[in-house]
């Protein structure tokens, strides 16, 4: 299958739903991004600054860049003046760095709080009480170039369906609780970002709206 087929099937697994295609392109040459874009490829996630800064000015203007990895406060600069989405926040500092370096372009950057909800120590993100925390600080509710639109999540890398559903549904659960909390006149409060090559489908099942996919479309890294 080529990259514009795999493209083409992640399409039809989506039509009809609220779940849109996140085509994550790290390691991978400008050549195949274009190609995925000509196949209507639009949401591209990268998960490192430089890369994504890279190959930003190669592509068409019309792309949505989502960082999808861990973001150092002081490398937001370098992505600025063009990123969509950052997928990853998990501390206010990084907001704040965020409304700082939006601030100078006069844009706003969308940001996803990451949730820890995976059974290994190693995958980061913020706990409940610590997104509660950020969004009930006076710094957060000074923001004017950063938009909070939803959350995101890492599930753990198992075959494990059960657990799998168990977790999307936990992300889920804090995406509405949150909603309710903090966000309930808020339209653009509506993405659920879960679900990568080898679980997709049972992301989709649980709610949700941006799923990640990378080596299912552009084989392995
Ligand atoms: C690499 C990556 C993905 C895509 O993983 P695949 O298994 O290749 O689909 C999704 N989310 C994040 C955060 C990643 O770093």
Request: with cysteine; proline share 3%.
């Amino acid at each position: 299958m080529s990259i514009s087929d795999n493209i083409h099937f992640f399409q039809n697994q989506l039509a009809g739903t609220d779940c849109r295609l996140v085509t994550v392109t790290k390691t991978h040459p400008v050549e195949k991004l274009q190609e995925a874009y000509d196949a209507g490829a639009r949401l591209f996630g990268e998960n490192k600054v430089q890369e994504m800064a890279a190959k930003h000015p190669e592509l068409p203007a019309d792309i949505e860049w989502h960082l999808i990895g861990h973001l150092q406060t002081n490398k937001v600069k370098y992505i600025a003046p063009f990123v969509h989405t950052i997928q990853s926040i998990d501390s206010l500092k990084l907001l704040l760095e965020m409304e700082k370096q939006a601030a100078k372009y006069g844009r706003v950057i969308n940001g996803l709080l990451q949730f820890h909800i995976a059974a290994e120590e190693t995958k980061t993100g913020l706990t409940l009480p610590e997104a509660e925390e950020i969004l009930q600080s006076d710094a957060f509710k000074g923001l004017q170039h950063v938009r909070i639109t939803g959350v995101m999540a890492i599930a753990t890398n198992t075959p494990d369906e059960t657990q799998l559903r168990r977790e999307f549904s936990e992300l889920r659960g804090y995406f509405e609780l949150l909603r309710t909390r903090y966000f309930a006149d808020a339209e653009y409060f509506r993405e659920i970002s879960m679900g990568m090559s080898s679980d997709y489908k049972l992301a989709i099942a649980e709610g949700s709206t941006l799923i990640r996919v990378g080596s299912a479309i552009f084989g392995a890294r």
